[in-house]
């Protein structure tokens, strides 16, 4: 048995790029920093950031283009793709993604806070909601909290 299961929480770099392929299937990729401080031994307090590459498909690509912003929270939870590609001069080129499966934007925003059940979600198509809806499973988590007070973190 093996479990490829990542979560991360993290800030947009840049606005979601969405695209739509053959049937009106959606892609959206954006940029993930994740950074962690530590105090070295002068006590300096050092930041160090990850960037991650976010892929979401269908659903979640639609909702990810209407509400997800560079500099927005997520919690994302997914799994870890590797792919390669040999370039215009030959070289072997690898690129690790992050496939989501479900993400949920952290941002505080006054009057918001509402949710899809995740048995209005499918994945091929987006429930009539306010478009600032902020919890999105696609399919649903083993784990949904029930406010961002209830998350593991």
């Not at 979601?16 to 009106?24: E, N």
């Not at 002068?42 to 639609?62: D, Y």
């Not at 009539?128 to 649903?140: A, G, L, M, V, Y």
């Amino acid at each position: 048995m093996s479990v490829n299961k990542v979560i991360l929480v993290g800030n947009v770099g840049k606005d979601p790029v969405v695209r739509y392929f053959d049937k009106g299937v959606a892609k959206a990729t954006f940029p993930l920093a994740t950074s962690e401080q530590y105090t070295n031994q002068q006590g300096e307090t050092i930041t160090t950031t990850e960037w991650h590459n976010i892929v979401l498909w269908r659903a979640l690509a639609e909702v990810a283009e209407k509400s997800v912003k560079k500099g927005s929270q997520l919690y994302i939870v997914g799994k870890i793709k590797t792919r390669s590609y040999v370039d215009k001069e030959g070289n072997n080129k690898y690129i690790t993604e992050i496939l989501a499966d479900a993400f949920l934007v952290l941002d505080k925003k006054p009057g918001t806070g509402t949710s899809i059940p995740p048995a209005e979600i499918s994945k091929n198509n987006v429930p009539s909601r306010e478009p600032d809806s902020t919890e999105i499973n696609d399919p649903p988590v083993p784990y949904k909290p029930d406010s961002e007070d209830d998350l593991p973190f």
